[in-house]
């Protein structure tokens, strides 16, 4: 026997899998044991191990496998119908009068165990009443070690309380009072329940109720009733059915005289089918019966169940005529307003639909036009605005299926023209002719082609610019030689000349430097044209950027004298303040520095072009050979031309300056060169005698003092006056050599030079102070050394020669200070230690000037102590001795006081007479003489007298005589 329907209650767990995270569902076991096998099992040899479970281990099959069968088994007993909660143990199953096969499909209610299968996927850390040190605590304490936990993690790591929380009651046993009187009863009905189904297998009836016991007795009559009546599938028409309930064999047999015997077979089966009917009729009278009060009473309701309906179908009648009223009324006219708005709606959408086709399908000639009128921008935004819509709003519809491919490959060919209309444009912007004073043409077309050029991020513009500049700055040059070669009357371009740098070396200085002139402004107008062309698409791609809205005319060289509040017409005209940003900020940043980069890579470039211009025609030492002037020009002309280029681009180009450096240095040491050999020459012939000085030279220093800028004057109209015996400085008169006017105009030269050629600061420096040492070694040489007596035949070197050299030194000491300041302010910061050398030229001059002083005091000192040697105390008075000394000191007087200065000739005096003392006193102490008031001292004293008498008759130097007891040593 089966167990009791009750006690069996399907569990069904194979639905879904609790360890895979995906949701998985399925439609029968079969499917759920092959997903078991496929995904939580392995097999080891012959074994299976199933892996259903927490971490992958199942806790209800063995861990050394099964074989194939069993883990059927196992799978379809403790994981498809319920898993470990479902088993029965053994006493339950004792209990049980049945049979449980291995491929169980249903099992016992569970117990109230907790099932370690089912719980392991909802207990968590957090529900552990205890801590991990309280888990793991020895018992052993003293042989453990006490820090092992609070060591790392803190003293109170395993004395931590739980505190009881603040949002959950505390719940005690009063809490289930309630529900459990209310459960109490039902309970022990189902304990009593429970013990009565485990009792053995035929239960005790008498201990069941009476109804119970009409059950049982209902069953055991339903008994006899074959099951084939009682199936919710059993029909007549089947023909198996109807052969099951009635054998024709028998009746057909029962019918043939043969089959007499069988005869009753007929009538047994009617009996049969008839104790089957009369059973089924009992039954369904002893249900009537049992159930006769439910009966009458629900047929004695049946009248009044009736009326209820009629009531009932008559409220329903009314109530559907009410709506139906209010659907005609409220409903059926308004969903009518609803159709037709949505109709009309929908046909607005069709018509604006329409419009939009044909919008884009008149695309194609709105692009020819605007593409006619150089609006590539415009035409690339109506491509791109077309072949949105073709995606989105249109989408497909089969009359447009080739319009996409067609203005994908008309947006390829706007890039071609894009590209070629900038190459054209750029080429016949730098060549055109330089008649044209316009510095940009066509600024509305540029513009186009730039932002085109924007929008299809072709940013390559700014090399093709470079390179197409440097191909023209090439011709422009050539072209200007050719031009002035041809122009040229006196030269012959036929014959042995070959290349075009040949022909030039032909010409003259002037024709050299109109040529060069020329190539100065037609590089010029190309460059101004550069930067114009830099203006503009700086403002193009700053408003491409949106960095600005309207472009200012500070940007934009081709609107220099343009009032700055007027907006620049060559963007205003195209391009509106709304244009859509078509470059990133990094592509802005990127093309600003190569625009910046192009325009100085073109100075550049025309400086290295000119530069081999200047280089060709200095081949045969053409520039050397220039005077100062021509070269000053030339100096001039570069520099203009290098500063121009410097506000073109905004840095100073190296290479045509650092070219004329080149050449400076040369002309410098030519410059050099010349002036030192003039000035030797001079020296070697100067007779050291006092010189007229003419007008040019009192000009010149006059000049110096006005201006206090060490320049050559212009010749003045007067310029043929006398020549003056003296040149006045600063109301200083000097009494010099011509020489020295000579070297006082070089150094203006030099200082000049300076001024014209600043670059050649430090050289002209270091030649200068070559001169001035030439000029100072020489002189002493001439003078102190006495060449000048076999040079120029002269018969002595006097103290008037020695008093115009000490003069002639003392003028360039005078100005030096003006020599050592200008050469400071235009020497280099680097080359600033050169100026200590200027200071070392004044310390030498100085230094001679002392020399000469003590030679004219060394000349006298050997004139006197031969004369004082000799010298006696006796008459007549004054004595010869001192009437000779006398005579030599006015001889000196007469030589020095027209050309030193008054200071200079009583200094140099009051050391004669200090010497002059110094030696007659040594003599008087020799000879024995003393101011003891006898006649030797008169004696002396009268000649002393006449010695101070003679110093009276001298200018400048009186106060001389009133010192002369001097002589005397104490005693």
Not at 253 to 282: A, N
Not at 414 to 441: G, H
Not at 447 to 459: A, E, P, T, Y
């Amino acid at each position: 026997m089966t167990a009791p329907l009750e006690l069996i209650k399907f569990r069904v767990s194979w639905k879904s899998c609790n360890v895979c995270r995906d949701t998985i569902t399925f439609k029968s076991p079969r499917e759920f044991c092959q997903h078991l096998r496929d995904f939580h099992c392995s097999k080891e040899g012959g074994s299976y191990m199933c892996h259903y479970g927490m971490n992958g281990v199942c806790p209800s099959l063995p861990l050394d496998g099964v074989n194939d069968k069993d883990y059927d088994d196992h799978v379809a007993r403790d994981h498809v119908f319920g898993g470990d909660a479902g088993k029965c143990d053994a006493s339950r199953k004792a209990s049980c009068n049945t049979t449980l096969p291995s491929s169980v499909e249903c099992i016992l209610l569970s117990s109230s165990e907790p099932s370690i299968v089912q719980d392991q996927f909802k207990w968590t850390v957090y529900k552990a009443s205890v801590n991990l040190a309280a888990v793991l605590n020895d018992p052993r304490l003293a042989k453990r070690e006490v820090d092992f936990f609070t060591k790392t993690w803190g003293n109170d790591f395993e004395k931590t309380s739980i505190l009881p929380s603040a949002y959950l009651p505390e719940i005690t046993i009063e809490h289930f009072q309630k529900y459990i009187k209310k459960t109490t009863l039902r309970h022990k009905k189902h304990l009593r329940n429970q013990q009565r189904l485990c009792e053995p297998h035929k239960p005790n009836l008498d201990a069941f109720p009476s109804h119970i016991k009409q059950i049982e007795d209902n069953k055991a009559e339903l008994s006899q009733v074959p099951k084939l009546f009682l199936l919710p599938n059993f029909s007549l028409e089947n023909p198996d059915t109807f052969n099951a309930v009635f054998p024709w064999t028998q009746v057909e047999e029962s019918r043939t005289p043969y089959h007499s015997e069988s005869h009753p077979s007929s009538k047994l089966l009617q009996e049969r089918l008839s104790h089957y009917l009369d059973i089924v009729e009992v039954q369904i009278a002893k249900q009537i019966s049992m159930k006769s009060e439910a009966f009458f009473h629900a047929m004695t309701s049946h009248d009044e169940l009736q009326d209820q309906l009629l009531h009932t179908c008559q409220a329903i009648k009314k109530l559907r005529d009410k709506v139906q009223t209010l659907d005609a009324r409220l409903a059926v006219g308004p969903l009518k307003i609803m159709n037709r708005t949505r109709t009309r709606s929908n046909c607005i959408h069709l018509h604006n639909k329409l419009k939009l086709m044909s919008t884009i399908h008149q695309t194609q000639p709105t692009i020819q036009l605007l593409l006619s009128n150089n609006d590539f921008v415009g035409a690339l935004d109506l491509i791109s605005t077309s072949q949105e819509i073709l995606s989105q709003e249109l989408a497909g519809l089969h009359s447009f299926r080739h319009l996409g491919s067609q203005l994908a490959e008309l947006e390829k060919l706007i890039e071609k023209m894009l590209q070629a209309d900038y190459s054209k444009y750029v080429t016949s912007e730098l060549n055109r002719p330089f008649t044209d004073l316009e510095v940009l043409m066509q600024e509305e077309k540029l513009v186009s082609i730039m932002f085109g050029l924007l929008r299809q991020d072709k940013l390559n513009f700014v090399d093709v610019y470079r390179e197409e500049a440097f191909t023209a700055l090439k011709a422009i040059i050539k072209q200007t030689v050719i031009e002035a070669v041809s122009e040229a009357d006196d030269i012959s371009t036929e014959g042995n000349v070959g290349s075009l740098a040949d022909q030039m070396r032909l010409l003259s200085y002037g024709q050299w430097m109109d040529l060069l002139r020329r190539i100065f402004l037609n590089v010029m107008i190309l460059l101004r044209r550069a930067q114009a062309f830099h203006g503009i698409v700086s403002d193009v791609i700053g408003i491409a950027a949106g960095r600005t809205k309207v472009p200012t005319p500070v940007s934009s060289p081709t609107h220099e004298g343009q009032n700055p509040l007027e907006e620049p017409k060559h963007l205003s005209t195209s391009v509106s303040d709304d244009v859509d940003v078509v470059i990133t900020n990094a592509d802005f940043v990127q093309l600003s520095s190569a625009l910046k980069e192009m325009l100085c890579s073109i100075c550049d470039n025309a400086h290295d072009r000119i530069v081999k211009v200047v280089v060709a025609r200095a081949k045969d030492g053409f520039l050397e050979r220039l005077s100062s002037s021509e070269f000053v020009t030339l100096c001039r002309e570069v520099e203009g031309f290098v500063a121009d280029c410097e506000g073109v681009c905004g840095r100073r180009s190296m290479s045509l300056r650092g070219s004329l450096q080149n050449q400076a240095n040369k002309f410098v040491a030519r410059f050099h060169e010349e002036r030192k050999q003039k000035l030797s020459l001079i020296l070697d012939n100067e007779r050291w005698k006092q010189a007229d000085v003419p007008s040019e030279f009192q000009d010149l220093v006059y000049h110096i003092s006005q201006s206090d800028i060490l320049s050559l004057p212009e010749r003045r109209a007067d310029s043929d006056r006398r020549p003056a015996e003296y040149i006045v400085v600063d109301g200083e008169q000097f009494a010099v050599v011509g020489t020295v006017l000579l070297l006082l105009k070089m150094v203006v030269e030099y200082c000049q030079c300076l001024n014209d050629i600043p670059t050649a600061a430090p050289d002209l420096l270091t030649r200068l102070i070559d001169l001035l040492k030439t000029f100072n070694s020489r002189t002493c040489q001439l003078v102190l050394g006495a060449g000048a007596l076999q040079l120029v035949g002269l018969k002595k070197i006097t103290t008037r020669t020695l008093a115009l050299a000490s003069r002639a030194l003392q003028l360039v000491v005078h100005f030096m200070p003006r020599v050592q300041d200008h050469f400071q302010i235009m020497l280099p910061q680097r080359n600033q230690n050169m100026m200590k050398h200027l200071g070392q030229i004044v310390k030498d001059y100085n230094n001679h000037i002392e020399e000469i002083s003590n030679k004219l005091v060394s000349i006298m000192d050997n004139m006197m102590e031969p004369l004082l040697s000799k010298y006696e105390v006796k008459a007549p008075v004054p004595s010869v001795c001192f009437r000779s000394i006398c005579k030599q000191i006015a001889k000196l007087h007469e030589a020095l006081i027209d050309v030193l200065p008054s200071n200079q000739v009583k200094d140099i005096f009051l050391r004669i007479d200090c010497s002059f003392k110094a030696i007659l006193a040594r003599k008087l102490s020799t000879l024995g003489v003393s101011n003891d008031g006898g006649p030797q001292h008169g004696l002396v004293t009268s000649d002393l007298v006449f010695y101070a008498g003679s110093y009276r008759a001298l200018k400048g130097v009186e106060e001389l005589s009133d010192s002369v007891n001097d002589v005397w040593l104490p005693r």
